[in-house]
């Protein structure tokens, strides 16, 4: 079976995450609205600006629905913004009432644009658990993971920090796999939604 994976389609790198999930052999939908969210086996969440998909998440009332399917075991994929949106806690969320809305897919704190005071955007190879060569991981303004619950699992790490992790079907990263054309971890999570349906 093809796994329908939703990419929330609000703000950021979308099309990145879409072409790269069809290489991964998913059928990949832009979601918008409720009923496009209802119909997915599982979301991508894509890097972009967190604050900004916050807002948008409120505006369109997305925030309580997609809070809850995640609280129901849907199978998530979050990447640097997506990453900071799937936490439980958030550090530095941004200013009050325009804030990154914690929604809770993965029990950890995550650190908004943690590298971004030392530097704006690097790449770097990282070792990635379960797969045999290093990742290019290119990070752009990027969070890292500052503390995680007992159920999560560190599968990268960089300057000290968990940069990648997971906890059941929901997976999170601070970098972009979609803009390498290394189309791996994304292969990883349409394995992992395959997996859980
Ligand atoms: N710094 C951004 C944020 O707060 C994330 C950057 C990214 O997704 N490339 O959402």
Do not use: K
């Not at 629905?65 to 941004?94: F, H, K, N, Q, W």
């Not at 995680?148 to 992790?165: D, F, N, S, T, Y």
């Amino acid at each position: 079976m093809t796994p329908r994976i939703g990419v929330l389609a609000l703000q950021g790198d979308v099309r990145e995450h879409l072409t790269a999930l069809t290489a991964a052999g998913a059928e990949p939908v832009p979601v918008r609205r409720r009923t496009e969210l209802d119909a997915v086996d599982a979301l991508l969440i894509p890097g972009g600006e967190s604050t900004t998909i916050s807002h948008l998440l409120r505006e369109l009332e997305l925030a309580d629905p997609l809070r809850a399917r995640l609280a129901g075991g849907m199978p998530a994929y979050g990447s640097c913004a997506g990453m900071i949106l799937l936490a439980t806690e958030i550090v530095d969320a941004g200013a009050p009432g325009r804030a990154a809305i914690p929604l809770c897919g993965i029990d950890m704190t995550v650190r908004r644009n943690a590298f971004g005071r030392q530097v704006d955007s690097f790449e770097g190879d990282v070792d990635f658990d379960g797969l045999d060569e290093p990742v290019h991981a290119v990070f752009i303004r990027a969070p890292w993971v500052e503390r995680i619950g007992p159920g999560v699992q560190v599968l990268a790490e960089a300057a000290g920090h968990p940069v990648a992790v997971r906890q059941g079907a929901v997976l999170a990263t601070s970098f972009h796999p979609e803009v390498t054309g290394d189309r791996r971890v994304h292969r990883l999570f349409v394995d992992v939604v395959a997996g859980w349906a």
